[in-house]
């Protein structure tokens, strides 16, 4: 009689050895799953982060050229908010370049030369998944400080995700 497997005790162990390997499978896959979300929520409130960065050094330059408020246009109106770039400056090489925020989000792109999140198109960058909208609720009346709001969305397959940070900032008319 020869002695060997039978085709039931060969299955029997395979089913074993898969059960046995499916738990740290699947551990690793959700860690996979989570490192990629802590990484976009850690680049989401650093770009957030930029956004009350942003509003800080205009209203500085404002402040120091002697203008009362922060007088960003797009960014003024209440609801509906502004984009603006955290490295693409208007001609006078001072101010940001504020563009209304528009129902389309607009996103950030991504250059893997420089490593840089902004609004630039230059070759080379491409949409990122992330998309910035500054607001600034004005201060009640004869008020000087205003509450910003930045605000980073994305989306990834589990679902919209979004950082909202806000910060208030006193009104600096002279320095």
């Known amino acids: 009689m020869k002695r060997g497997f039978s085709l039931i005790e060969t299955l029997v162990a395979t089913a074993i050895i898969v059960m046995a390997a499916t738990g740290p499978l699947a551990l690793a896959a959700r860690s996979l799953g989570q490192a990629n979300y802590i990484k976009d929520q850690i680049v989401a409130t650093f770009l957030a982060q930029e956004g009350l960065e942003i509003m800080r050094n205009v209203r500085d330059v404002n402040g120091i050229t002697a203008i009362s ?7 003024s109106s209440i609801g509906t908010g502004c984009t603006v ?74 679902g919209p995700r979004s950082v909202d940070l806000t910060e208030n900032l006193f009104e600096r008319t002279k320095w």
């Open 69 to 75: 408020g922060f007088q960003l246009g797009a960014c």
């Open 85 to 158: 770039s955290g490295t693409k400056l208007n001609t006078d090489g001072k101010t940001y370049e504020v563009l209304p925020a528009t129902s389309n989000p607009q996103f950030l792109k991504f250059s893997p030369v420089t490593n840089v999140y902004d609004y630039t198109t230059d070759s080379g960058t491409a949409n990122s998944i992330y998309s910035r909208i500054i607001k600034i609720d004005p201060p009640p009346s004869g008020g000087k400080e205003y509450k910003i709001h930045s605000k980073v969305t994305w989306t990834r397959a589990s």
